[in-house]
């Protein structure tokens, strides 16, 4: 999902691009200019961290890698706002909400999660949610299914709703 900065680029094509030459709109932006200047230290950090693990030997633990990357991730992820019926607004990380609604349509049977999409940062949250959803299945009432879940889950944890949930069927499972 595109992310624009202020100026209107998109803020993941500036970090993917950060390790070829600036455009000029780059070099006069300093939106764009902290983007590329963060994707070059991220990639930096871990460069510097392959090369000292290489001469110290040590080999990485597989989970212990995945939780470290998850978590660096979620610092980094962009933050929603997800209205509270008592407290105002709260916001969250994008990996948070997209852990939450991962999780709760991993409960239902007759569905797979295939993509959730967010609405803009620091905006009162919309998602749609791309399923997949098995063979014989009554589409309205599955998709009726998952909203309720996933709305009532992000209350239970988050003591709060998204502004809409849109739910989008992709394909047919067996």
Not at 72 to 84: E, K, M, N, Q
Not at 92 to 109: F, G, H, M, N, Q
Request: aromatic content about 2%.
């Amino acid at each position: 999902m595109a992310v624009n900065l202020a100026c209107g680029a998109d803020m993941n094509e500036v970090w993917d691009n950060a390790a070829q030459p600036p455009t000029k709109h780059e070099v006069e932006c300093p939106a764009c200019r902290a983007v590329r200047t963060e994707a070059l230290r991220a990639s930096q950090m871990r460069d510097d961290t392959v090369s000292e693990d290489a001469r110290t030997r040590v080999v990485v633990d597989p989970p212990k890698l995945s939780s470290v990357w998850r978590s660096y991730t979620a610092d980094l992820s962009p933050r929603h706002c997800i209205v509270s019926d008592d407290t105002g607004e709260i916001e969250v990380r994008e990996t948070v909400l997209s852990a939450i609604v991962r999780r709760t349509v991993a409960d239902c049977e007759d569905c797979v999660l295939s993509h959730v999409h967010f609405s803009v940062p620091n905006t009162p949250l919309k998602l749609r949610i791309d399923l997949s959803v098995a063979h014989g299945v009554r589409i309205p009432e599955c998709a009726d299914r998952v909203r309720q879940r996933v709305s009532s889950e992000m209350y239970r944890q988050l003591h709060g709703h998204p502004v809409t949930i849109d739910i989008a069927v992709e394909d047919i499972h067996v």
